[in-house]
């Protein structure tokens, strides 16, 4: 079993930064064995890809929609993973959530099926 926690969630205004944060725990993550992505969820939008990491942090990819602005990271010693929001905008308002992805896959895994644990979510409003 996986436990994922996120924090950071808040309400902002447009072309503010927040940080969102993930902590893991579980028996069966090792530092070089899991990949992490972060999804989001508008009110009556399905659930969205926003951005992941792979395994001790080779490599990330991002959505269109936040490159150049949202950064992903991690400290996978301490089994923690980061979403560095900026210039934030009211169409990322949404329910953020992280995922662990077991498979030890580096690729995109943008899907949502591809995860193995979820977090509960935080929210993030971003409104003038």
């Known amino acids: 079993q996986v436990q994922l926690v996120e924090s950071g969630g808040g309400m902002v205004h447009p072309g503010d930064s927040l940080r969102l944060s993930c902590a893991a725990s579980?028996?069966?993550?090792?530092?070089?064995?899991?990949?992490m992505g972060w999804f989001r969820r508008s009110a009556g939008k399905e659930r969205e890809f926003v951005a992941r990491?792979?395994?001790?942090?080779?490599?990330?990819y991002y959505a269109d929609s936040v490159k150049g602005r949202f950064t992903v990271s991690g400290d996978f010693a301490k089994n923690t993973v980061y979403l560095q929001m900026a210039n934030l905008r009211p169409e990322d308002t949404a329910v953020y959530y992280c995922a662990v992805d077991l498979s030890s896959v580096d690729g995109p895994a943008a899907a949502a099926g591809e995860y193995d644990y979820w977090g509960l979510g935080t929210q993030v409003t971003v409104s003038p």
């Open positions: 579980g028996s069966v993550l090792t530092a070089d064995g899991y990949g």
């Open positions: 990491i792979t395994r001790a942090g080779r490599y990330t």
